[in-house]
């Protein structure tokens, strides 16, 4: 087995994963001193298991729904309902609106394309935070959910990208994605996901075997370069973590 990125815990599978990363959500909610809390959802196919189980029977009820603000760490730039938004996957597991209250979801606009979409996105996130600038000492997010893509990429940074090294803007567009769907993305940055209590990285899958190795090899990837004012914590299946 390879050596795991600090924090990482093997879980059996998928559903493990998923039902430790809803407890792990509840705990961060538990420790939330704000009466707003933010958290920054991951989008691809792994996540949706973990939103169906927080609007579902054994969690709905433990979830401070009022309090928490929900925000997306990138989209593809396709119609909200197109099968590969981020959009569509995360309102199809929360049930379309379901538990969550009128304007405590924060889309990220997609219809005007990347650059404009960016542009508001990030004044979205600016509003909420009440400043364009980050204040080490007050991050913008209590937990931020995040993805392990095939080729080491994370939310749509991808590997050999520009917006890797992008440390001012908050949220950028990305024209070429380096992974399929190869549609036009809208991301947030490294600084952006830095601002936050915590990190949530979830990996399922033999097809996550790849990209775990070379971090562990050393590879700078793009998922190795996500750092947090909290912990960044791995969920990782057995699949994943070739156990
Ligand atoms: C996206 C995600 C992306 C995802 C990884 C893993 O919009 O595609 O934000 O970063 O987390 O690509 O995707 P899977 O969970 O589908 O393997």
């Not at 959802?41 to 009022?66: E, F, I, M, N």
């Not at 490294?190 to 399922?204: E, I, Q």
Request: with cysteine; aromatic share 10%; net charge negative.
């Amino acid at each position: 087995m390879i050596a795991l990125p600090p924090n990482s815990r093997v879980l059996a599978d998928a559903e493990a994963t998923a039902r430790a990363a809803a407890d792990h959500l509840l705990d961060i909610a538990g420790t939330a001193t704000g009466e707003r809390l933010a958290v920054c959802l991951s989008g691809g196919s792994t996540p949706k298991r973990l939103y169906q189980l927080l609007a579902g029977a054994d969690y709905v009820g433990r979830v401070p729904w009022s309090r928490i603000h929900w925000f997306f760490g990138d989209d593809r730039v396709v119609p909200w309902d197109d099968a590969s938004s981020n959009v569509r996957m995360v309102r199809e597991a929360f049930g379309h609106e379901g538990p969550v209250p009128a304007g405590h979801f924060h889309f990220i606009p997609s219809d005007e394309g990347a650059e404009i979409g960016a542009r508001a996105y990030q004044r979205t996130l600016q509003d909420f935070y009440g400043s364009d600038t980050f204040d080490p000492g007050r991050p913008l997010f209590d937990l931020v959910l995040l993805g392990l893509g095939s080729d080491g990429h994370t939310a749509s940074l991808f590997p050999s990208k520009p917006a890797l090294d992008e440390h001012e803007a908050w949220v950028v567009p990305v024209p070429e994605a380096g992974m399929e769907p190869y549609v036009p993305r809208i991301s947030l940055t490294f600084p952006t996901l830095a601002s936050s209590r915590s990190v949530l990285f979830l990996v399922n899958g033999t097809g996550k075997r790849d990209p775990l190795a070379r971090l562990d090899a050393g590879e700078d990837l793009p998922a190795g370069r996500v750092v947090s004012r909290g912990v960044v914590t791995w969920f990782i299946d057995e699949a994943a973590a070739g156990a």
